[in-house]
């Protein structure tokens, strides 16, 4: 099947494919949610009107707001490629962006401007993820494209972990939130474990002209182990959970050293990459020795948000937009440098807490390097979401 392309826009070409304005707008939502978590913490503050609690609006802001819309980005564009089938473009993907973008302004129009009834906030913002999971399960269905559908699932599974945590914040359950905050962290992990298996090795091996070694029990065991691991952590299974995530981060270890190529370090497109998945063992180690109380739970969360979601969101987006746009696949000198940042403020995120007197020093430099990252990627790549590809082409 062929794409049918529309015509080419303008000069401006924000809404030609849903790259575009999810990565540019999860970057400036990357900087301003945390300038604005940081600036919170450092008031004092503690409540935040519909979501109660400071750290509930920051932590449902990465996961649903920031992380969501970078994989709502990703997802649009690859199920194009998968099925040669043109996803939403122009005013239907405008339409999309804005139901994302007034789930992240209305809570804070209820704070400090009018107030907006609690349900209308809850309504908005679990109308997007199903509008997302409709729009990429017409074109993989009519293609035949059946086994990606897989992420419409997991599309729809975090549309009930965001039910979950915003029928607490309604006041009609009294301990779903934290539920849906593990379950959603949980899925973008399974979904980073997925996706990961199949574009880091395929682009190690065309930027390095070498074969990654994949071992196919690994391959076949990766979903059930992380999916398994997440359900006993729901349900509460503390010791089937620890053993899980002991062997989860035993066999994405092993997965990862197949993949392992030293001269990959010449190329920041391949290491950030690498470094960005490597937090995703780390993260289960971490967990397993959170069930036998030998870590704080909140160093795994941290490994897998700050760390391994952290990179990879900069990485995949920083190659995706040059791919996507007929770009050379060369990067700035500023946007390696925001790949280090980004690194360096999971590192800190994640191991600076170990030690209890750093624990706040850890989260005001980690979150201002994690703001620098994201203002020194978004020099060079806003214009390049914004202008039309360089070879004329529609997307």
Not at 53 to 72: D, K, N, T
Not at 228 to 235: A, N, P, R, Y
Not at 244 to 254: D, E, Q, S
């Amino acid at each position: 099947m062929q794409i049918q392309e529309p015509n080419q826009s303008s000069g401006f070409a924000l809404f030609n494919l849903a790259f575009r304005p999810f990565f540019l707008f999860a970057a400036v939502a990357g900087v301003l949610l945390m300038v604005h978590w940081l600036a919170l913490l450092g008031k004092g503050q503690l409540t935040y009107n519909y979501y109660q609690l400071s750290q509930l609006w920051h932590g449902h802001e990465m996961l649903f707001g920031y992380a969501v819309a970078v994989i709502v980005g990703f997802l649009m564009t690859a199920v194009r490629n998968w099925t040669s089938i043109q996803t939403p473009y122009g005013k239907t993907l405008a339409g999309l962006f804005l139901i994302w973008l007034c789930a992240r302004l209305l809570p804070i129009i209820a704070e400090f401007i009018i107030p907006i009834p609690s349900w209308v906030i809850a309504a908005v913002d679990l109308a997007f993820l199903p509008s997302v999971a409709f729009a990429i399960s017409l074109p993989i269905i009519r293609s035949g494209n059946h086994r990606n559908l897989i992420f419409t699932v997991i599309l729809i599974a975090m549309t009930i972990a965001n039910l979950l945590t915003h029928l607490q914040l309604l006041g009609l359950t009294e301990s779903t939130l934290a539920k849906g905050m593990q379950l959603e962290l949980g899925l973008i992990v399974v979904m980073m474990c997925v996706m990961g298996g199949r574009v880091i090795p395929f682009f190690t091996e065309r930027a390095m002209a070498f074969e990654a070694k994949r071992f196919s029990w690994i391959e076949k065991s990766i979903i059930p182990l992380a999916a398994g691991w997440l359900i006993s952590d729901l349900f509460q299974l503390h010791l089937v959970s620890s053993v899980l995530a002991g062997v989860n981060a035993l066999v994405h270890f092993i997965r990862l050293a197949g993949w392992f190529k030293a001269r990959m370090f010449r190329n920041p497109l391949i290491w950030i990459l690498h470094l960005a998945y490597l937090f995703i063992p780390l993260g289960f180690m971490l967990d397993a020795l959170s069930g036998f109380a030998m870590a704080s739970p909140y160093l795994a969360t941290h490994a897998f948000a700050a760390g391994a979601i952290g990179s990879m969101t900069i990485g995949m987006m920083a190659r995706v937009s040059l791919g996507h746009t007929a770009r050379p696949l060369k990067l700035a000198k500023i946007t390696i440098i925001a790949f280090a940042l980004m690194v360096a403020a999971g590192v800190i995120r994640t191991f600076l807490p170990m030690i209890p007197e750093l624990y706040t020093m850890a989260i005001h430099l980690s979150g201002g390097l994690w703001i620098l990252a994201w203002v020194l990627f978004l020099v060079p790549y806003t214009p390049i979401l914004l202008k039309p590809r360089t070879d004329g082409q529609f997307g």
